[in-house]
T-cell receptor, first 117, second 112 residues
């Protein structure tokens, strides 16, 4: 069964460093998403991406964050200058896009646990 | 802004028992309502999706209901098994939005 994959599974970085989290969505999916979950808190939406453009973003997704689909398979989240409060589990998700991305199931990857020291 | 609340935060039941997990949401203009399962290290798995025009969905031993007028959803698990132990997340999608709004979850432990 097709699945979303994410690399790395864990990443430790120093405050102020740039990190890139990588995701490979399910191959025929058109909508891509990033979410994060700070330890002990709710999963929070960061951004949705369709047709090489951001379709929606939350207030968390500020100028320190960017997303890119550098090729036909990868979807990346970059944090330019990490802060301590960026420590969280980051989930990538994808959906087919048959219904415009709204009504359908989103399939999640296993997450990348980011620790900023 | 949509808010999703789940009660209880944790639940422990003996194997074989039927159980109900509760979820409430603030915005009745909900596009759809999903229940996810979260296992440590394995990400999030969608269990059931109820569209706004529907009242319930069933999959195996799981049944989810949606009452938009009262802002509530329930997930019923029949004949619970130890493999059902996980955190169950109630997730809403507001009209006109792509983003999922998550509850904090109910951590279920099924004791053999």
């Amino acid at each position: 069964e097709p699945e979303v994959t994410q690399t790395p599974s864990h990443q430790v970085t120093q405050m102020g460093q740039e990190v890139i989290l990588r995701c490979v969505p399910i191959s025929n999916h058109l909508y891509f998403y990033w979410y994060r979950q700070i330890l002990g808190q709710k999963v929070e939406f960061l951004v949705s991406f369709y047709n090489n453009e951001i379709s929606e973003k939350s207030e968390i997704f500020d100028d320190q964050f960017s997303v890119e689909r550098p090729d036909g398979s990868n979807f990346t989240l970059k944090i330019r200058s990490t802060k301590l409060e960026d420590s969280a589990m980051y989930f990538c998700a994808s959906s087919q896009g048959l219904a415009g991305g709204r009504e359908e199931t989103q399939y999640f990857g296993p997450g990348t646990r980011l620790l900023v020291l | 802004k949509q808010e999703v609340t789940q009660i209880p935060a944790a639940l422990s039941v003996p194997e074989g028992e039927n159980l109900v997990l509760n979820c409430s949401f603030t915005d009745s203009a909900i596009y759809n309502l999903q229940w996810f399962r979260q296992d440590p290290g394995k990400g999030l798995t969608s269990l059931l999706l109820i569209q706004s025009s529907q009242r319930e969905q069933t999959s195996g031993r799981l049944n989810a209901s949606l009452d938009k007028s009262s802002g509530r959803s329930t997930l019923y698990i029949a004949a619970s098994q130890p493999g059902d132990s996980a955190t169950y997340l109630c997730v809403g999608v507001g009209a006109g939005s792509y983003q999922l709004t998550f509850g904090k979850g109910t951590k279920l432990s099924v004791i053999p």
